[in-house]
């Protein structure tokens, strides 16, 4: 018998009545999937089940999903923890994200690690203000989310919640939140769900305050809104006007990107794959070099990094490289997502600078020991692509459906092999032009062509 806890999220939304199973992974088998009974998973709660079952082994992994029924599917699951009855080890396994078609990356399936394949991370607090303009319908009744990014470090979003009704119109509030030391932060993105019956938001302006006393201002006067201005509602909000250094702040490490630090702009296309396991994680990063410098790490949010999807970024450094030659990529594989399978990137400088793309083609998962990968540009290389232009006479009967081929003669004779043109059921009609590339390696100038067909079709 497992003893299995289920903790779901304390955030606006987060239980579920959907059906939800459970299954277990060890060195030595594999339960089968067994639905969750006699729980009702509603925010903030943790329940508790048996599985009866043979043995496992040590425990490498677990899945959890739901069937997406009920009338409120959506769950966020915080954690799962594990009580191996041999051993009687507990073992914890964090979520921290949504099962859910409309939130987060749209799974409701998650295959989760334990915690202990990696150390958890230190804890440093921010203490994060939002300021809402002093208009009619300033005030928000959505649910309001918020990433930070500093040169160490990203926060992923964290939902702004606390005991009182916020972000009201001419309000300011306060929220404390506890994560990974950051370092100094560059810029915040903050966005609502667009939820319940007054949505629209004018946010002024975002201020957080580190533990060691400097306080970051990111100006905003814009609504965030469906209805009003520009129609968005996220914003990725940048320094403005420096920062305070209301006590000392002494850091060990980077010190050449300081809150003050001019920054400069780049946009990325990050293109993740579709295989399966291929959902990103929450700690992804890029730097990029060329001439002899180098960005420090720059942090990506995990919704660009969604399953079989491109998104566009834009990040900011403190280092301006404007030949990119190379790019490093990896990510810190916390949490419960270890595996990325990455399509390629592609790199703009901006305003109208460079712009390269690395392509990826690989995995980049702590199971391999394979998280961080150099993307070199390739040389360019010659092209030997031929067009080739046929045109059919538009004599009656002209047309042919048989498989047409070409071989084509070069400088001292040398022969192309033959090769099969297009399909024959959509090309070759009478009074069409048909075009073709095909590959002439080494032949030099065309001298003299073959052209027949097979004589086969109707």
């Known amino acids: 018998q497992y003893t299995v806890q289920l903790c779901t999220g304390n955030v606006r939304g987060a239980g579920t009545d959907a059906n939800v199973f459970v299954t277990l992974a060890g060195k030595k088998a594999t339960t089968a999937r067994t639905h969750v009974t006699g729980c009702k998973f509603t925010s903030g709660s943790t329940e508790t089940f048996v599985m009866v079952t043979k043995d496992v082994g040590d425990l490498k992994n677990l899945t959890v999903e739901h069937d997406n029924t009920g009338f409120g599917p959506s769950w966020f699951l915080d954690k799962v923890t594990v009580t191996d009855p041999t051993s009687n080890q507990t073992m914890v396994f964090p979520c921290g994200v949504w099962l859910a078609r409309d939130e987060g990356d749209g799974e409701i399936k998650r295959v989760l690690h334990p915690s202990h394949t990696s150390p958890p991370p230190p804890s440093h607090t921010y203490l994060v203000t939002t300021v809402t303009g002093d208009m009619k319908g300033a005030g928000t009744d959505s649910s309001v989310l918020i990433s930070l990014q500093g040169n160490m470090a990203a926060s992923g979003e964290w939902r702004l919640e606390n005991s009182r009704t916020n972000f009201e119109r001419g309000r300011k509030d306060t929220f404390c939140l506890k994560m990974t030391d950051l370092g100094n932060l560059h810029h915040v993105t903050i966005r609502h769900d667009n939820r319940g019956t007054s949505p629209s938001w004018y946010l002024v302006h975002v201020e957080v305050q580190d533990e060691r006393g400097v306080v970051y201002h990111f100006p905003c006067n814009q609504w965030l809104s469906r209805d009003e201005g520009d129609s968005c509602i996220e914003r990725t909000l940048t320094l403005g006007g420096g920062a305070e250094q209301v006590e000392s702040a002494d850091r060990s490490g980077d010190q050449s990107m300081g809150p003050t630090s001019q920054q400069?702009?780049?946009?990325?296309?990050?293109?993740?794959?579709?295989?399966?396991?291929?959902?990103?994680?929450?700690?992804?990063?890029?730097?990029?070099?060329?001439?002899?410098?180098?960005?420090?790490?720059?942090?990506?949010?995990?919704?660009?990094?969604?399953?079989?999807?491109?998104?566009?970024?834009?990040?900011?450094?403190?280092?301006?490289?404007?030949?990119?030659?190379?790019?490093?990529?990896?990510?810190?594989?916390?949490?419960?997502?270890?595996?990325?399978?990455?399509?390629?990137?592609?790199?703009?400088?901006?305003?109208?600078?460079?712009?390269?793309?690395?392509?990826?083609?690989?995995?980049?998962?702590?199971?391999?020991?394979?998280?961080?990968?150099?993307?070199?540009?390739?040389?360019?290389?010659?092209?030997?692509?031929?067009?080739?232009?046929?045109?059919?006479?538009?004599?009656?009967?002209?047309?042919?459906?048989?498989?047409?081929?070409?071989?084509?003669?070069?400088?001292?004779?040398?022969?192309?092999?033959?090769?099969?043109?297009?399909?024959?059921?959509?090309?070759?009609?009478?009074?069409?032009?048909?075009?073709?590339?095909?590959?002439?390696?080494?032949?030099?100038?065309?001298?003299?062509?073959?052209?027949?067909?097979?004589?086969?079709?109707?």
Request: aromatic residues 6%.
């Open 264 to 458: 400069h702009r780049y946009v990325l296309l990050v293109g993740t794959g579709d295989q399966a396991g291929s959902t990103g994680t929450a700690n992804a990063y890029v730097t990029l070099h060329g001439g002899g410098r180098g960005t420090e790490r720059v942090w990506l949010d995990r919704r660009h990094l969604q399953r079989g999807h491109t998104h566009k970024c834009e990040v900011l450094s403190s280092v301006l490289v404007d030949r990119i030659d190379k790019i490093c990529v990896g990510h810190d594989s916390p949490g419960h997502v270890t595996s990325w399978y990455l399509e390629k990137i592609e790199v703009e400088v901006c305003p109208g600078g460079q712009k390269v793309t690395f392509p990826g083609q690989g995995w980049l998962r702590s199971e391999d020991g394979k998280v961080e990968r150099e993307l070199c540009l390739a040389p360019p290389t010659p092209s030997n692509l031929w067009t080739v232009c046929i045109w059919t006479s538009d004599l009656l009967g002209a047309g042919t459906d048989a498989n047409v081929f070409l071989q084509v003669f070069g400088e001292g004779g040398r022969g192309s092999k033959k090769t099969l043109l297009g399909s024959s059921v959509e090309s070759f009609e009478r009074g069409e032009v048909d075009m073709f590339e095909i590959e002439l390696e080494g032949l030099g100038t065309p001298k003299k062509i073959v052209i027949g067909h097979d004589n086969t079709g109707p």
